[in-house]
């Protein structure tokens, strides 16, 4: 079996880089309270965790400048405006 099949009864989706963009944009969205956990825990903010996961995609965006096709440019600066706009309004309000 190869790395990418996956196990026998866990069918798993195709990932492919926006469902990875979006992987980690859920995941900074969770820690800014903005969408419930998905392990059902109540919704909690985390604004170093969700900084965190920004500067990871910061850091993904400036290490695939030249590489990346027009819509995953595009997909990966929306992700990155949305989060830190919703970062910024989080950040206002827990210190407001």
Sequence with gaps: MS?????????????????FLL???SSAMVHLGRVPDP????LETNLA?????IDILVMLRDKTH??????EAVLLDRVLH???LAWVEESKAKYS
């Design 3 to 19: 790395p990418s099949s996956p196990l026998p009864g866990s069918e798993l989706p195709h990932v492919d880089f926006h469902t």
């Design 66 to 71: 030249g590489n990346l096709d027009a819509n």
């Design 82 to 84: 949305d989060l830190r």
């Design 39 to 42: 392990s059902g825990a109540e």
């Design 23 to 25: 992987s980690l944009a």
């Design 49 to 53: 965790m969700a900084r965190q996961t």
